[in-house]
C-alpha cells in the first residue's frame, strides 16, 4: 500500500459528456498503467442521468420544461437510477484500479461514502448511512448520490455531493428513484453558502485518508489537457 500516489484535477466547470469521455480516455490509460490513480473534482451544468438500471418514469419533466430549464439528459453506464447534476454540487470521478486497494466493489461504494461522512463531520453534521440505499445521508435526507462502474477492476463515474446545489431541480426527477426521502445540501444543513474549493480540499484530504494514498500530485487544467487529452 506504501507509495501510492494519486493524480488530482480540480476541473471547474466541465460539459457532462466532455467528461464521460475523458473519463474514458482516462480509465484506457489507467488500464495500460501509462498513469497514476487520478482524481476528478467538478461541477457540471444542469444534467439528469440515467444508469444502467434507470426507469424512465422517474423523470418527470418533459421535453418542454427540460429545454425551457436548459437540462440535458444522458443515458449512461454507471449502476443506479436517475439523479441530477449542477452548479454547487461537487462531482468526483475516481479513475483507480482497485487491485492495488481492494478488490471488492461493496467495500469501494463504502469507502467512497466514507469520504462525503467524514467531510459533513468537519462541518458538524453527523452524516451516515442508509442500510436500503447507497449514498450519504443525514437523518432521511440524502446529501450524496453515489453510482459506478467497475471494468477490470478499474473505477468510473463516482459521487455527487450536495454542497450549495439548488436542491429545486431534483424536482423534475425522482431522485435515485427513491419516493420516501428528501435530498439536501450542506448549504441547506448549515444554513449559510460554502467555499466550494474549501470543500473539495476536504474531498480529497479524506480521500487520500480513506484509500490509503501516501503521495497526491496536483494538476491544473492545461496540464489536463497536456496529460490526458492530447498524449
Known amino acids: 500500500m506504501n507509495g501510492r500516489k494519486l493524480q488530482y484535477y480540480n476541473l471547474g466547470f466541465i460539459d ?30 444542469h444534467t439528469y442521468t440515467l444508469g444502467k438500471t434507470a426507469n424512465p418514469d422517474n423523470l418527470l419533466a418533459n421535453d418542454r420544461q427540460l ?10 453506464d454507471r449502476g443506479g437510477d436517475i439523479t441530477y447534476h449542477g452548479p454547487g454540487q461537487i462531482v ?4 483507480i484500479n482497485l487491485s492495488n486497494w481492494k478488490e471488492d466493489t461493496h467495500e469501494y461504494l463504502r469507502a467512497l461514502e466514507e469520504v462525503i461522512i467524514k467531510v459533513c463531520s468537519y462541518y458538524g453534521l453527523k452524516a451516515g448511512r442508509n442500510q436500503k440505499y ?17 471494468s477490470r477492476w478499474i473505477t468510473m463515474h463516482g459521487f455527487a455531493f450536495n454542497v450549495n446545489t439548488d436542491l429545486n431541480y ?4 425522482i431522485p435515485c428513484g427513491i419516493r420516501d426521502y428528501y435530498v439536501t445540501s450542506l448549504e441547506k444543513e448549515l444554513g449559510r ?3 466550494i474549493e474549501e470543500t ?19 494538476q491544473n487544467e492545461n496540464d489536463f489537457k497536456t496529460n490526458i487529452k492530447i498524449k
Open 16 to 45: 457532462y459528456k466532455e467528461a464521460w469521455d475523458l473519463q474514458n480516455i482516462i480509465f484506457q490509460k489507467r488500464l495500460l498503467k501509462e498513469i497514476d490513480d487520478t482524481l476528478l473534482l467538478l461541477e457540471h451544468n
Open 67 to 76: 429545454k425551457e430549464l436548459g437540462i440535458k439528459v444522458y443515458e449512461i
Open 92 to 95: 468526483g470521478y475516481p479513475i
Open 134 to 150: 447507497t449514498g450519504v445521508w443525514i437523518a432521511n435526507r440524502k446529501v450524496a448520490a453515489i453510482g459506478i462502474k467497475v
Open 170 to 173: 431534483f424536482g423534475g426527477i
Open 193 to 195: 453558502k460554502l467555499n
Open 200 to 218: 473539495k480540499e476536504l474531498i480529497l484530504e479524506e480521500f487520500m485518508k480513506v484509500f490509503n494514498y501516501s503521495e497526491v500530485i496536483h
